[in-house]
């Protein structure tokens, strides 16, 4: 061998890989949006603390550009868009929550049920259920409901989040499958604990994570479904202010008052990507 | 030519963990000497794979070599960039890892993972020339068939065969080092004996050097000629193998080598010695008053998709009261399925399964229940079995709150006494798993399997996944409690000396039959069967 090898003095492994700060990163920017999506919920639940104007006053002159007495301009009877933009997410935050808790709660008892004993009749029953489910599409059988019981966005809610719970049941019943092979639920299981205590105490905590994002995405999905509908005339009725509404009567305008229809399809745009962005963040940080 | 192949000084290796740096190496200097071959022995995180991964520059993103020389054949190789690095590997350093199930490429063929070997390392040998050498190697590795073997994929080969392909691998551009990674540590004992002893041939042909990484002291004593011992990221001590061990200088190494029974004063006892000196358990009355666990005819087939898997065929044993029952076996041979079975985790096809005189086939919901309040099992990995989210207390608590056992009080006053019971002090019971080290948990495992006061304990591979220091200590300890709470232990176990060190009755599995049984001194001293022999050697 060489005795004269020479020690470098630098760290010999080039700086480190972009990943290996990844975890920190990714958690501040999950707080960023969680807190973005809180701001939300607030307004949603009392809009009236931000808007500015009555959503249904004719209060203005008909297409006034934005600017600083309507911050979003008016609409083509004089509303204030901004003050509509901010009571529509109301209704479009609030369905969209009303259809992704419908198929949470719908999807985790038939998950759950199917996932006690797999290969059981009770599995059997609910997984051809859920696959009959599954094979009519969500807008159809919102259009359904909607038929049966008329217009309104947390009818269709209602309906989607029905059609929704199927993934939800299947997400659940995979991840129920997973953990029975995990070591400290049969641990538990042998050591006397009931099937349904093993579930809150052991499962639930283990794979929650998943359903979380999951249910991030959806929540996204729900609101772009609900909009549609009312955007084809079958959810919400003008003169509510709900999304869908104010684009699709927004839009004959498009060539001269732009903003009537394009702001509130930015504020759609802008929540779904925020809740497609926490469900991303979520599924990463699992990983 | 040197007499040095591979010269490593002041090696540093660090991990970034979070916000904190872990020095997993610190200086450490080693020397090869061509041809020889070099253990490398320590204790789980000792740094031992670390030093293998940083020879051939393969740490993970969050490891970096922050100091010192990895000089190969005259040559610092640290002072390559990766790109230079890279051709290397394969053709001046061979790897072969611990897992073998791993380190195929299941959608491709043996023969094309064989020819890519050739060809990353750069080889300029033509086809044919190639074919022939990975022929000859495979057969040097004892596969009568190399072609049938090239064509075939690795779902279709058993692990040691695998294994002797990534050998075949190792050595096919004719490296001057080849690094064993804990080579059969994933492979059953005669299974990694055999490829063990196919490597050294290969090695003695070809004159490669190796370095083997191991935590097993009796495969570094009959492998190696040179030996390095690593604690804590430094090397305590290293020097020809037969001297450390029989003259250990550094009190870590003489506490490693007091760990491993079968060691004495450098030299590897077989079983039956190991069983002479060191048996605890007293020879137990075979005669059969009062047992606690009758199978008789027991059977159990697996089905799925189509193919049938016999994993037990006709079984029958008895378990008397008091007694250490160690149920040996390799990987496949059905001893886990009878556990199970036992345990009610698994039905029997065939036969009856009786437990405390109850049969368990039969048994309802609450039979079981109040049923498993006398027999609790431990399981073979503490990092598995225990729920990370919850704290000591919860866990030792789950079978007494399961049982509605006394009060609230009680309960936490009985957690205390359990932690006591297995050498944990009260202070941990608000602790979390991962704060343990893996005997630590077994130990809380040991404690919520005792928390009903069973009269039966199933414990399935108990230490297996423990370093040598700590699997005597849980051996210790469970030797303790059995004495003192008159417990019944039926122990499944791939490991003799495990055997000999606490079992008073054994009885040997393979391929689902049992092929003797009888009480540990007859078997392990006097072995009938051909099979209980070639396990009794390794």
């Known amino acids: 061998m060489t005795a004269t090898a020479v020690r470098p003095a630098e760290t010999l492994t080039p700086s480190e890989p972009p990943e290996a700060r990844g975890p920190r990163r990714r958690l501040r920017e999950l707080h960023v949006h969680l807190a973005l999506l809180a701001a939300l919920v607030a307004i949603a639940l009392l809009p009236s603390l931000i808007a500015t104007h009555d959503p249904l006053a004719l209060d203005g002159r008909p297409f006034t550009a934005p600017g600083g007495t309507y911050w979003f301009g008016t609409d083509e009877i004089g509303r204030d868009l901004y003050s509509r933009v901010v009571h529509g997410l109301q209704i479009s935050f609030l369905s969209a929550a009303l259809a992704v808790l419908v198929a949470l709660v719908l999807g985790a008892l038939v998950g759950v049920l199917s996932g006690l004993r797999p290969g059981g009749v009770l599995d059997r029953v609910l997984s051809v259920l859920t696959e009959a489910v599954m094979a009519i599409p969500a807008v159809l059988l919102a259009l359904a409901a909607i038929t049966a019981y008329g217009r309104g966005a947390y009818i269709a809610a209602v309906a989607i989040g029905v059609a929704e719970a199927t993934g939800f049941a299947r997400l659940v019943r995979g991840l129920m499958l997973q953990s029975q092979s995990l070591v400290f639920v049969e641990a538990a299981r042998t050591c006397g604990t009931s099937p349904f205590r093993v579930l809150v105490r052991h499962v639930i905590p283990t794979v929650y994570h998943p359903v979380l994002s999951y249910t991030a995405m959806h ?31 927004g839009q004959k305008y498009l060539v001269h008052a732009w903003w009537v229809a394009l702001i509130p399809g930015i504020a759609l745009t802008a929540v779904v990507v925020l809740l497609n962005r926490i469900a991303n963040l979520l599924q990463e940080g699992r990983s | 030519m040197t007499e040095t192949l591979l010269e490593i000084s002041d090696l540093t290796v660090t991990y970034e963990r979070g916000s904190t740096v872990d020095t997993a190496l610190a200086e450490v200097g080693l020397s090869l000497r061509r041809g020889s071959v070099t253990a490398v022995i320590g204790e789980s995180g000792s740094g031992k794979s670390t030093l293998a991964h940083a020879v051939v520059r393969l740490l993970p993103d969050n490891g970096a070599i922050t100091r010192g020389t990895v000089v190969l054949d005259g040559e610092d190789v640290l002072r390559r960039t990766e790109r230079e690095f890279r051709p290397l590997r394969g053709r001046h350093v061979g790897f072969v890892p611990q897992d073998p199930i791993a380190s195929l490429n299941p959608t491709k063929s043996i023969g094309a993972q064989v020819k890519e070997s050739f060809a990353l390392a750069g080889s300029s040998l033509s086809a044919r020339q190639v074919e022939e050498r990975v022929a000859g190697d495979l057969r040097d590795l004892g596969f009568s068939d190399p072609e049938a073997l090239l064509r075939s994929y690795p779902h279709e080969l058993s692990g040691g065969m695998r294994q002797r392909v990534l050998v075949a691998i190792a050595f096919s551009q004719r490296p001057q080092l080849v690094i064993a990674d804990e080579p059969t540590s994933a492979l059953d004992v005669l299974v990694g004996q055999d490829v063990l002893r196919r490597l050294h041939a290969l090695r003695a042909k070809h004159g490669t050097t190796v370095l083997l990484i191991t935590h097993d002291l009796a495969l570094a004593s009959r492998n190696a000629d040179d030996v390095v011992v690593l604690q804590r990221g430094r090397i305590v001590e ?29 030299r590897v006892l077989d079983v039956g010695e190991a069983y002479r000196r060191f048996a605890r358990a007293e020879p137990a009355d075979v005669a059969t008053v009062d047992p606690v666990i009758e199978l008789a005819g027991v059977a159990r087939t697996f089905r799925a998709g189509g193919r049938e898997v016999v994993a037990v065929r006709d079984l029958s044993l008895t378990v008397p009261r008091g007694a250490t029952f160690a149920l040996v076996g390799e990987s496949g041979s059905g001893k886990t399925t009878t556990s199970r079975i036992i345990l009610g985790l698994e039905r029997a096809d065939r036969g009856s399964v009786r437990v405390f005189g109850n049969d368990v086939v039969g048994l309802g919901r609450g039979g079981m229940k109040a049923l498993r309040r006398r027999m609790q099992v431990v399981y073979q990995s503490p990092f598995e079995s225990l729920n990370p989210r919850l704290s000591l207390r919860e866990i030792v608590a789950e079978p007494l709150d399961a049982y509605r056992v006394g009060s609230r009080q009680e309960r936490r006053a009985r957690v205390v006494e359990l932690l006591d019971r297995v050498q944990l002090p009260p202070s941990y019971a608000e602790r979390r798993p991962r704060e343990l080290s893996g005997g630590q948990r077994q130990r809380v495992a040991i404690a919520r399997a005792l928390a009903l006061e069973p009269e039966l304990l199933v414990l399935d591979e108990p230490v297996s996944a423990l370093d040598a220091t700590i699997q005597a200590q849980v051996l210790t300890l469970l030797t303790e409690l059995q004495r003192d709470l008159g417990l019944t232990y039926f122990l499944v176990t791939h490991d003799l000396g495990v055997v000999a060190d606490v079992a008073s009755q054994v009885a040997v599995m393979r391929r689902g039959r049992l092929v003797e049984h009888g009480s540990t001194a007859e078997v392990v001293l006097r072995p009938k069967h051909d099979y209980t022999q070639a396990l009794l050697a390794v």
């Open chain 2, 238 to 266: 290293s020097g020809p193998i037969a001297e450390v061990f029989a003259d250990p200088q550094h009190t870590y190494t003489r506490s490693l080598l007091a760990s491993s029974a079968r060691l004495v004063a450098g």
């Open chain 1, 219 to 249: 929540f996204g999905l729900a609101m772009l479904a609900i909009g549609s509908l009312s955007y084809l005339g079958f959810g919400e009725a003008p003169p509510s202010p709900e999304w869908g509404v104010l684009i699709s009567g």
